[in-house]
């Protein structure tokens, strides 16, 4: 499968925990995108990356959160001290330059 | 980026066509409309994308009006399958200042429920 893979796909942690997840991209595309979605909303965006640089990060990511892209290809997303508001679907994108996003399954994150 | 307004909810038969209107009467000349669409648990997918020429591909047409203040999408031929949210998206490819945009905005979308 060529498609955008996210791991893992499924985590439960207790409030107070650090999490990390992972994004692999299409091969080649080099812009990747994180985003997370509220049950019944819409994807909302946290911060995009062009090859290894962090170009925009949303207000949303507070400083709890911090995202890595350090050889340009795959990207880490961490969540320092999780609250239960962190709970939610995490999900990543990839496109090659401006071009249409392709996203992946996404990692759906409950904090207990 | 230009707000989109879609219907909250739809109903299609399967086999028929299913048409889901976007208002984007705010729109800019260098913005695109985007659709994507997003089946219960799993990560949006991308659909098609117009600027102002109607656009079709496997999956939908794009039918942009000449003033570019709305869209439709369409499915020629429905499927339990194509049960989903959709959502209309309206993306600039740069700002005024030629950095090229990065992320999508979404809205609510339109719940499309296709009915055997």
């Known amino acids: 499968d060529t498609g955008v893979s996210q791991n893992p796909r499924h985590k439960i942690t207790k409030r107070g925990q650090n999490v990390t997840f992972r994004c692999d991209p299409i091969?080649?595309?080099?812009?990747l995108y994180w985003y997370r979605q509220t049950l019944g909303q819409g994807p909302e965006f946290l911060t995009y990356f062009q090859n290894e640089a962090q170009l925009e990060k949303s207000r949303l990511l507070s400083d709890r959160f911090s995202a890595e892209r350090p050889k340009g290809s795959f990207s880490t997303l961490e969540i320092q001290r999780t609250e239960q508001g962190d709970s939610a679907m995490y999900l990543c994108a990839s496109s090659p330059g401006v071009g249409s996003q392709y996203f992946g399954p996404g990692t759906r994150l409950t904090v207990t | 980026d230009a707000k989109t307004t879609q219907p909250t909810s739809m109903d299609c038969a399967e086999g028929r066509a299913a048409n889901l209107p976007c208002n984007h009467s705010?729109?800019?000349?260098?913005?695109?409309v985007y659709w994507y669409r997003q089946i219960h648990s799993q990560g949006p997918q991308y659909i098609i994308h117009?600027?102002?020429n109607n656009e079709t591909n496997e999956m939908a047409s794009l039918i942009i009006t000449e003033d570019r203040k709305s869209s439709t999408l369409i499915l020629p031929h429905a499927t339990l399958r194509d049960t989903a949210v959709y959502y209309c998206i309206v993306r600039a490819a740069r700002n005024a200042g030629g950095t090229s945009y990065g992320k999508l905005t979404f809205g609510q979308g339109t719940i499309l429920t296709v009915h055997p």
């Open positions: 705010t729109i800019s000349g260098n913005e695109y």
């Open positions: 117009g600027l102002k």
């Open positions: 091969s080649e595309h080099n812009r």
